[in-house]
């Protein structure tokens, strides 16, 4: 059974950082495409970032320079290192291995003074 468990979200002030990481178990980790997405409220869920089992990445523009995906496959974890957060970053960061529904429970990032 496939797991993805999400950690490392909280409260931020504007202009600050978070690290949020995706443990994955049950699965070969080093091979499927590995995705971060938020939902903030009265929104639709959207693509952030994704990274594949080689370490090419892809952004949406409201990332591209700000935020960093990477994956350590020995450890089956997947990160996204958020600097320069803003207060529209507040949502609920979900991890995915992409192409399925198999979805993290989501851990909640807000940014506040």
């Known amino acids: 059974q496939v797991q993805l468990v999400e950690f490392g979200g909280g409260l931020v002030q504007p202009g600050g950082s978070l690290r949020l990481s995706c443990a994955a178990s049950?699965?070969?980790?080093?091979?499927?495409?590995m995705g971060w997405y938020r939902q903030a409220p009265g929104k639709e869920r959207e693509l952030v970032a994704r990274i594949n089992g080689g370490g090419t990445t892809d952004y949406a523009d409201s990332a591209k320079g700000r935020f960093t995906i990477s994956r350590d496959n020995a450890k089956n974890t997947v990160y996204l290192q958020m600097n320069s957060l803003k207060p529209e970053d507040k949502a609920v960061y979900y991890c995915n291995l992409v192409g399925t529904l198999i979805w993290g429970q989501g851990t909640q990032v807000t940014v506040s003074s």
């Open positions: 049950g699965i070969i980790f080093s091979r499927p495409v």
